[in-house]
C-alpha cells in the first residue's frame, strides 16, 4: 500500500518561512521521485519542486526561496519555504512518480497525498 501524507501548512506572514512534510509509506526513494505541487483557486495545478535520486528541481519562481531535501531512513520529504509571498498561497501537494529510464521521459504522478493549505498574508 502506498500513502504519502502531507503536513506543516499553515497561516505566515510576507517574508516568513514554512517547512512542509510529506511521508511516504510503501515506496522507496531510490525508485521514486517526489514532487511538490500547488494549486491555487482558479489556476491549475503547478509542480514547484522534485527531487529524484538525491536531485533537486525548482520551478523558476521559487528558486533560492524553497528547498527540496529527503530523509531516506524516515522515508520523508520537505520543502523548506523561505521568504514567502502572498502568490505562493495554495494547497500543496506531494506526489511520487516513478523515476524514468530517460529523462526526457516525464514523470508520472501516481500517487498523491491529502494536501496542506498554505496561506501568505501581506
Known amino acids: 500500500e502506498v500513502q504519502l501524507v502531507e503536513s506543516g501548512g499553515g497561516l505566515v506572514q510576507a517574508g516568513g518561512s514554512l517547512k512542509l512534510s510529506c511521508l511516504a509509506s510503501?515506496?522507496?526513494?531510490?525508485?521514486?521521485?517526489i514532487g511538490w505541487f500547488r494549486q491555487a483557486p482558479g489556476k491549475e495545478r503547478e509542480e514547484v519542486s522534485r527531487i529524484s535520486e538525491g536531485r533537486p528541481y525548482y520551478v523558476d519562481s521559487v528558486k533560492g526561496r524553497f528547498t527540496i531535501s529527503s530523509d531516506n531512513a524516515k522515508n520523508t520529504v520537505y520543502l523548506q519555504m523561505n521568504s514567502l509571498k502572498p502568490e505562493d498561497t495554495a494547497v500543496y501537494y506531494c506526489?511520487?512518480?516513478?523515476?524514468?529510464?530517460?529523462?526526457?521521459?516525464?514523470?508520472?504522478?501516481?500517487?498523491w497525498g491529502q494536501g496542506t493549505q498554505v496561506t501568505v498574508s501581506s
Open positions: 506526489a511520487a512518480a516513478l523515476i524514468p529510464l530517460l529523462i526526457t521521459i516525464e514523470y508520472e504522478y501516481d500517487y
Open positions: 510503501g515506496i522507496s526513494f531510490d525508485d521514486y521521485a
